[in-house]
């Protein structure tokens, strides 16, 4: 990544993370000095980077964006959100252009040995283990965007589980964006302890179609034998731009297990990176992009295996209409001494258009003698003879479309473990590929 | 079954056909009444599925000559899914396994679209799930089918039950069958068989693709014809059915050539 001094984006954008009030955390202090240190001397990636070569973010540079007022948290209430709510979580954190609403928050019942709040409430307890990991798994050094979010760490999701916990039910962090031409900074720490099990469903949705920006941040430490499903829904307007880095830490025998959804924004980028620290531990990557119109989705993923008996198991699918571009980057990384990895990656994309693109790159970088990687990519269009076989039997050509579409997408959907979110995202899915197929 | 004064339901004159640029349809004719049960027998590759997909308007082959009428309009005037509104169903020699879409939801979305083109009544989910059982008791099907995806790992008999359970639905006016027959068990077959004599009416017509005088035990023709490259060359009665199983297709083709080299 190229750097400079004080670009005027960046610059522009960190106006208002100098005012913010000190926290009365001095390591946290430390760590957002740190970081507004770093923005200050990055600069907003071009194509010419490596890493963004598919993805042009000029037209996010172009905008300019304020920090959020504080106004929107206060003024929404819970009946603006329901058609929101995910009927199987019973605990929900609620956050409005990067701003906790407590009134929009369900925060009773949970499970002893087990935190859910913002920041501010979480750290009265976990403090000690929040600056063990807050902002130490995403890198803010090269990171723009990390060093951005950092900088304004103010308040954010802490999700905790004590050793043995087990949440049955899943916990909702809901993010809304409300205001225009705002730039919000989510934040989220979930720490999962050693055998503890939990399900997150991080939620980003949208009250207005207009733009702004969310620059989100999520770290995940799963300790040994911890089980941790995240279910992820990016449903932003779609004029917005959406850049989100996820860092998740394996420890012996853990199990991560997530499945993202990308239907929102105009620019969207999310990096995952999931590194296996201890031996024997496993991930399993679910992937779906479905854009259409001039939306650009671009996931990039690293399965990073350090340690032996790791096992990683991926599915990334894109589905694009219009002239909408899909991007995946996925590497798969073995290190020296991470023997016996076992790992698949398939990257399987749908074009439903002549003008929609994708970019996939799959790759292996292998430091070990022992494992077993296999990847593959393919890129399609709708099957004319399953396309004939629905007509043959009455069904009109767009319904067929959408349906073979949506099959498409289902073997992604349908994994996810929350049925009204199955439900929802079906809907979503017919409803976007109905759109989709409209000449613009 | 009928006589010469039941009201045609499919008229086909001269059909000539292709797919990527090779004739395969070369002037065929045939003249379908309510009522009737049609077989068409032929050897492999002689045009039989090639036939039965031009009729329900597969893209990939395109007419280059002749004319189909069906019930007195021009069948080429409507795309595939008019036609299967209009009526005429195709039952697949190898219906397409289609993985992510439920069998169910997907037979309510083709009943009701039909429905509806018919001026009949719709059904929401749980009334159609209480006329399907129905129809699969009738074709002896585990209701289980409905959970799967269409004909996503079905056996090969399972796909062919799987077809007749949609014509059962659909109710057409003309059921083209390509083979339904094979891949059947014998105690499928009866089965089968009996689904569709069960659907027979005297305001309907069905046409059977076979290799097998064994179906049209079960289900009676009125008309065997024998198709070799592109056309037919001959038709019988059911009896032609029972010589062509002893004596297999050459004496036909023989035959059919002669009295063209004598004309
Ligand atoms: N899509 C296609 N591309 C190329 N050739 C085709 C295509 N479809 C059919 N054909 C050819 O057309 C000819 C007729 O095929 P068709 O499937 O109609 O035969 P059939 O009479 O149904 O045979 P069978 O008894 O084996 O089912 C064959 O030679 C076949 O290879
Ligand atoms: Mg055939």
């Known amino acids: ?24 955390l001095s390591w946290l202090n430390q760590r957002r000095a740190q970081a507004l240190e770093r923005a200050n001397a990055l600069t907003v990636p071009t194509t010419r980077d490596e890493e963004w070569r598919f993805t042009d973010l000029s037209p996010l540079t172009k905008m300019h964006f304020q920090p959020v007022q504080a106004a929107g948290a206060l003024t929404l209430t819970l009946s603006d959100i329901e058609g929101m709510l995910v009927p199987e979580a019973g605990l929900r954190l609620v956050f409005v252009d990067g701003m906790f609403a407590p009134a929009l928050s369900a925060l009773d019942g949970l499970p002893a040995g087990m935190q859910f709040a913002n920041f501010a409430q979480g750290f009265k307890v976990g403090a000690a283990l929040a600056e063990k990991h807050l902002a130490c ?68 949705v949208s009250l207005q179609d207009g733009a702004y920006l969310t620059n989100a941040v999520c770290e995940i430490v799963l300790e040994a034998d911890a089980r941790v499903r995240h279910v992820r829904l990016q449903r932003e307007s779609l004029n917005a731009f959406h850049i989100a880095n996820c860092a998740v830490v394996l420890e012996k025998d853990a199990v991560y297990q997530s499945h993202a959804v990308a239907l929102g924004a105009r620019i969207s980028r999310h990096n995952l990176n999931v590194v296996q620290n201890g031996e024997g531990a496993e991930m399993k990557i679910d992937g779906l992009a479905l854009i259409s119109g001039r939306q650009l989705a671009d996931t990039h993923t690293l399965m990073d295996h350090a340690r032996p008996h790791g096992k990683s198991t991926q599915l990334h699918k894109c589905i694009a209409g219009g002239a909408a571009h899909a991007v995946f980057n996925g590497k798969v990384f073995v290190r020296e001494g991470a023997q016996l990895t076992d790992s698949a990656q398939q990257s399987r994309n749908l074009l439903l258009s002549p003008k929609a693109h994708v970019d996939t790159k799959p790759q292996l970088e292998i430091f070990a003698d022992d494992v077993k990687c296999a990847h593959g990519a393919t890129v399609g269009q709708i099957d004319a003879e399953q396309l004939f076989y629905l007509k043959s039997r009455g069904l009109p050509e767009a319904q067929a479309r959408n349906l073979l579409t949506y099959a498409f997408g289902a073997e992604i959907i349908d994994r996810i473990p929350v049925p009204s979110l199955v439900a929802r995202l079906e809907r979503t899915v017919l409803e976007q590929t109905q759109t989709g197929q409209q000449p613009s | 079954m009928t006589g010469k004064n039941a009201k045609i339901l499919l008229q086909v004159r001269d059909l000539a056909a292709t797919v990527v640029g090779v004739e395969i349809l070369k002037g065929i004719n045939l003249t379908v009444r309510a009522g009737e049960v049609h077989a068409i027998m032929g050897p492999n590759g002689s045009g039989k599925s090639t036939f039965a997909k031009v009729l329900a308007g597969h893209p990939a082959y ?152 064994r179906l049209l035990n079960y289900i009676v023709p009125d008309y065997v014809h024998v198709m070799d490259d592109g056309r037919i060359i001959k038709t019988g009665g059911k009896e032609l059915a029972l010589e062509l199983e002893t004596r297999g297709y050459d004496w036909v083709v023989d035959e059919y050539k002669k009295v063209g080299a004598a004309v």
């Open chain 1, 1 to 24: 990544m190229s750097v400079s001094a004080g670009h005027p984006y960046v610059e522009a954008l960190l106006q208002g993370s100098r005012g913010l009030p000190p926290s009365p």
């Open chain 1, 137 to 204: 798994h995403v890198g803010f050094d090269d990171n723009v965007f990390a060093a951005l979010n950092t900088s304004y760490l103010r308040d954010g999701a802490l999700i905790t589980l004590a050793k043995g916990v087990v949440c049955a039910a899943p916990v909702h962090l809901l993010h809304i964006a409300t205001q225009k031409e705002a730039a919000s900074y989510p934040r989220c720490l979930l720490i999962a302890g050693s055998g503890s099990e939990c399900m997150l469903i991080e939620d980003f």
């Open chain 2, 62 to 213: 395109s007419v280059t000559g002749g004319a189909v009428q069906f019930e007195g309009q021009d069948l080429f005037a409507l795309a595939a899914e008019a036609r299967a509104r209009a009526g005429i169903f195709l039952g697949f020699q190898y219906p397409v396994e289609i993985p992510g879409v439920s069998n169910s939801a997907f037979m309510r979305l083709a009943y009701n679209t039909v429905q509806g083109a018919r001026g009949k009544e719709e059904l929401d989910p749980l009334e159609f799930d209480d006329h399907v059982r129905e129809k699969m008791k009738l074709l002896d099907m585990n209701p289980g089918f409905l959970d799967r995806s269409v004909n996503d790992g079905f056996s090969g008999g399972e796909k062919k039950r799987n077809e007749i359970l949609q014509m059962a639905l659909l109710e057409p006016r003309l059921a083209i069958l390509d083979e339904t027959d094979s891949g059947l068990d014998i105690d499928a077959l009866r089965v089968v068989a009996g689904g569709v004599n069960h659907l027979r009416s005297p305001d309907n017509a069905v046409v059977l693709v076979t290799h097998y005088q």
